[in-house]
């Protein structure tokens, strides 16, 4: 601090080729060096950048002072490039492929490789470097490799692989063995293939530190349970743990030695029935009678759990906090008789099985709740019944009594105007908004929703992403109108089955002045609107479009070409389903993407066949 505040920095010696620092706007020398005091503290990303551009010493302050980076497209720049921005980084975030990713909506060799990332990594191009945090991109086990023998993976605290695919255990051996100073090891619902059990053994083994572990919902099978209780044994800060498949019953130990447990999630109830000589089947809840949780747990998540094994949460349910029972076997009034049981919940996760009557007994008892997710169930799942559906009423009741909420995501099966006009009404704290119409059911109570929507946005003022999937009919162009209107902070947006014209993305892409990345599905707009409303939206970075009015050869796409813009495509095409249950075979259409986003790396070079770049020069005159 001293010899900052010795330095005069004087912002007229130049500008960075980026900035507007002139002499004309420049301050004095002290309060330059109250700035640079200052900005090593400033942690939000759009606060740093619009410092470092005053001059080129704020510049070169952020740059040596930035700890982390979220890089939300892997294409959008080089690790070449980040490196000479931030040398001194020590936490990075990147995404790979885009989310369609996680809907199989896109190959699975589309893109998204982690391998130059880490390359970067491994030859000390960051040497503060202690989290990495990689999401859908595709990792192998050289690449993992590679990280366990760099000098950054002996100090590496966090490794992130957040639905990843393409390593296998082989590579994680390498992570357990070498990289001992791990204290976050996180790949829930990676696709990675397991060739044997060692790698958890290595990590139990070699690692003293471990505070966060999770490979939920992962094909990680061969869990040896004295492994994880060795963990719980070894590192005495771990918090937070889920798992794969491991029957609960077999964890007793790791529960008696995990005392600082804060969390866990996985495990399965597996065991048989067993019959004793009459033929009388036992209790299903008697093997896990001697389960007792750590006095510490707040968060719970227990997969394949049925009515009988619902008493297991029992003795902690009133000091849960956060509740996933997205995997377990319970019906609506499971639901209900276990929410009654905790008041103090902040986050859930459940399916639509929780039904109406599940959301006005979470109103009911757990008014703090601040997230809440109702993700969609099979359609013909057996443990479904007859109240499972979520619908305006339901949501009604939880916007009345629930007013902490910020976090909603749900899949209703019917709605109506008022229902979001009374979200707008009480949810006041709601910053991310995500709702999906089911086509289950022929007829929609209220339709089109442009009056709800315009009042949900009106009075939830704080909302930064937002997601509105409906059907046709669901919204006209006057009510994606009301979005681009109203959404003046939003920056992330998905829009499903919404317009009836190129009149609603016009009308919709005049507003909507902070939105940097826009996805769309099943939309009516022809490729000439969807340029048009790109130049339009003047912070759009990233734009995705699966379902659309394709012309025969996308000269229309023209319309948005410009410097840094790359526009990637992937053609329609048809392919056959088969049905072997019913032995029939169909033909499905795969119907066109349109990926585009602004990038300082150019066009990539690692894209499979069935992705097409868009060249401006193939439609010039001869």
């Known amino acids: 601090m001293e010899e900052t505040n010795s330095k005069k920095i004087n912002c007229t010696e130049g500008s960075s080729s980026s900035g507007t620092g002139s002499s004309s706007s420049s301050s004095s020398g002290p309060c330059d060096t109250v700035w640079e005091c200052v900005i090593p503290y400033v942690s939000d990303p ?19 002072t930035r700890a982390h980076v979220t890089i939300a ?6 690790p070449q490039i980040l490196s000479r921005r931030f040398p001194q980084l020590e936490s990075l975030k990147l995404k ?12 699975e060799n589309w893109g998204g490789y982690v391998a130059p990332w880490l390359n970067q990594v491994a030859i000390g191009s ?15 086990d050289a690449d993992l490799e590679t990280l366990a023998n760099s000098k950054t993976g002996k100090s590496l605290e966090v490794l992130k692989l957040d639905k990843c695919s393409g390593f296998s255990t082989d590579g994680l051996l390498h992570i357990g063995r070498l990289c001992r100073n791990l204290r976050t090891l996180y790949m829930e619902e990676s696709m990675l293939v397991e060739k044997d059990k060692e790698w958890l053994h290595e990590l139990a083994s070699n690692n003293s530190v471990l505070e966060n572990l999770n490979f939920y919902m992962t094909e990680l099978a061969q869990v040896k349970p004295g492994d994880i209780e060795l ?17 609960i019953s077999y964890l007793v130990g790791f529960f008696r030695a995990a005392s600082s447990l804060e969390e866990f999630g996985g495990g399965s109830f597996s065991l048989p029935l067993q019959q004793n000589t009459e033929g009388v089947f036992s209790d299903p809840f008697e ?9 510490k747990l707040c968060g719970l998540g227990l997969t394949y759990m049925g009515k009988a094994e619902m008493p297991v949460i029992y003795p902690v349910a009133s000091k849960l906090k956060k509740l996933d029972l997205l995997y377990s076997l319970l019906g609506t009034e499971d639901h209900c008789e276990l929410l009654k049981r905790c008041p103090n919940l902040e986050f859930l996760e459940a399916r639509n099985v929780i039904g109406d009557r599940g959301l006005e007994v979470l109103a009911q008892f757990c008014k703090g709740i601040k997230r809440l997710r109702i993700e969609r169930g099979a359609d013909e799942q057996e443990m479904e019944d007859a109240e499972g559906m979520v619908t305006q009423r339901g949501l009604i009741a939880l916007s009345q009594n629930c007013l902490e909420l910020e976090y909603l995501a749900v899949y209703v099966s019917d709605i109506t105007n008022s229902a979001l006009e009374c979200i707008g009404t009480y949810s006041k704290n709601l910053s991310d908004f995500r709702l999906v119409l089911l086509d289950r059911e022929e007829i929609i109570t209220d339709l089109p929703l442009d009056n709800g929507v315009r009042s949900l ?13 409906l059907r046709l009919g669901g919204l006209t162009d006057v009510g994606l109108s009301y979005i681009g209107q109203y959404s003046p902070k939003i ?35 022809s490729e000439r609107a969807l340029a048009m409303a790109v130049l339009q939206l003047t912070s759009l970075r990233y734009l995705w479009v699966q379902g659309y009015n394709a012309c025969g050869d996308g000269r229309d796409l023209l319309t948005m070409v410009r410097a840094n813009w790359n526009i990637e495509l992937i053609p329609a095409r048809r392919h056959f389903v088969h049905d072997d249950e019913r032995g029939t075979v169909a033909i499905a259409e795969d119907h066109a993407h349109i990926l585009a986003y602004y990038s300082l790396a150019g066009e990539r070079n690692d894209f499979p066949n069935s992705v097409r770049m868009f060249d401006p020069s193939a439609f010039s005159n001869p």
């Open 457 to 469: 946005l009106k009075g939830c003022d704080k909302l930064r992403r937002f997601a509105l999937y």
């Open 126 to 140: 960051f040497p503060k470097m202690k989290a990495l945090h990689f999401r859908r991109m595709i990792v192998s």
């Open 96 to 107: 790979g492929k885009p989310r369609a990713a996680m809907f199989n909506l896109i190959d």
């Open 46 to 64: 759009r606060d740093r950048a619009a410092a470092s551009q005053v001059c080129k010493r704020w510049y070169a302050i952020d740059a040596l």
């Open 73 to 78: 497209f892997c294409y959008s720049v080089t």
């Open 231 to 247: 963990i719980a044994r070894t590192c005495k800060s771990l918090v937070s743990v889920k798992i794969s498949d491991c029957d």
């Open 287 to 295: 093997p896990y009678a001697g389960v007792a949780f750590p006095p």
């Open 491 to 525: 920056r992330w947006m998905l829009l499903g089955y919404v317009g009836e014209s190129d009149k609603g993305i016009i009308e919709f892409s005049k507003g909507c002045p902070s939105l940097q990345k826009l996805e769309m599905r099943g939309c009516c707009f």
